[in-house]
């Protein structure tokens, strides 16, 4: 009579190749994606569909390697195939221009992302950035650099408005803004956040915090999304503050993540300054299970963070946003599970 227990079998040395060798190629995948960005297949396509000939022809590369690219897209699900045409998926056409919400600058996955991965060894030994060991200098002077350049700083807000725009679609549906007047973006980039709250509530009044070049691309979203006469922009040091008052409601996305202890209880202190009694705090995080464990995306941005920002700086536990958040006078009220990133809810106290 068997005893109910399951016993593991181990791998065989074809089981472990094939798994490991699956592990060690996943960044082909992405190379493929960040080539076919690159030669703008997806936005050729996007026009209609095409062969690899027309492609090659259009686009000014090999027609026979090129048409192993794109086998290899329909394999990433990016393309789907009819006869000798290839046209995008629904998922690719969010890498067109025409998109309503442009996903094409995640491809800064491939330039500035995808080297210092490469330095991951050197980050885990030292537990610290890897800016200097991969591009010869520091945050601080790559920042300064980033502001002083139009084009680059318009490229890096369109990471920002590429993770944004949906999370705050996200937030717009999971949290209701109805008995709420107005929302403070603290570090909100060019707004993609509060645009899409104020977009689906036709009484909110936004305000986007940023430093004067961001606040720039901020005022074009503002009113490129018909909403000036409700949002504006307004500049303030992340840590010198004061942030501006009169918001009911303040909203953290993608902030907390980047600094250490320390800093972020100075960035909730500003926020707790700025709401009035009983004013609404949202983060918006990938928050990690009790053991640190939690989704590949939460797990990847906490090493991501690693790589690009100072010690501390880490993906958090409920509980460690809990002691930052009540060290600070709020209360946290309940976390909201979505992904890619979660909705923790908090009230001043």
């Not at 079998?9 to 472990?16: E, F, H, I, L, Y």
């Not at 709420?180 to 509530?201: F, M, Q, S, T, W």
């Not at 009484?203 to 986007?208: D, E, F, L, P, W």
Request: proline fraction near 5%.
């Amino acid at each position: 009579m068997g005893s109910g227990v399951a016993i593991a079998t181990a791998p065989g040395p074809v089981d472990a190749l094939n798994r490991l060798s699956e592990i060690a190629t996943r960044y082909c995948d992405s190379q493929m994606f960040f080539a076919a960005c690159n030669l703008g297949v997806f936005e050729e396509l996007g026009k209609g569909p095409a062969s690899a000939r027309e492609l090659a022809q259009r686009l000014g590369f090999h027609e026979e390697a090129g048409h192993r690219l794109m086998v290899g897209l329909c394999q990433l699900g990016l393309l789907t195939r009819g006869a000798d045409r290839f046209a995008n998926t629904a998922v690719a056409e969010y890498l067109t221009s025409a998109a309503l919400v442009p996903l094409m600058p995640l491809l800064m996955w491939g330039t500035l992302f995808y080297q210092a991965w490469g330095n991951l060894d050197s980050a885990v030994r030292e537990c610290s950035p890897r800016w200097l060991q991969t591009f010869g200098a520091t945050q601080q002077e790559t920042f300064a650099n980033l502001y002083k350049d139009p084009a680059a700083l318009r490229r890096f807000c369109g990471l920002m408005s590429a993770y944004s725009i949906p999370q705050g679609k996200l937030l717009a549906e999971a949290f209701d803004f109805t008995r709420h007047g107005c929302v403070l973006d603290v570090a909100g980039g060019p707004g993609g956040l509060i645009i899409e709250v104020g977009k689906r509530y036709d009484h909110i009044r936004g305000i986007v915090l940023d430093l004067p070049p961001v606040c720039d691309l901020a005022d074009e979203a503002i009113v490129a999304a018909g909403l000036k006469e409700r949002f504006v922009s307004r500049h303030a040091d992340l840590f010198e503050g004061p942030y501006p008052g009169g918001a009911d409601v303040v909203t953290l996305s993608w902030v907390l993540h980047d600094w250490n202890d320390e800093h972020c209880r100075q960035i909730l202190r500003h926020c707790h300054a700025a709401l009035p009694r009983g004013g609404t705090l949202l983060i918006t995080e990938s928050v990690l299970n009790p053991d640190h464990s939690g989704t590949s995306f939460a797990i990847l941005m906490s090493l991501h963070m690693l790589l690009f920002c100072e010690p501390g700086a880490s993906e958090r536990t409920e509980a460690e946003y809990t002691e930052l958040l009540e060290s600070t006078g709020f209360r946290v009220e309940r976390l909201v599970r979505m992904t890619p990133r979660d909705l923790l809810v908090a009230r001043k106290m």
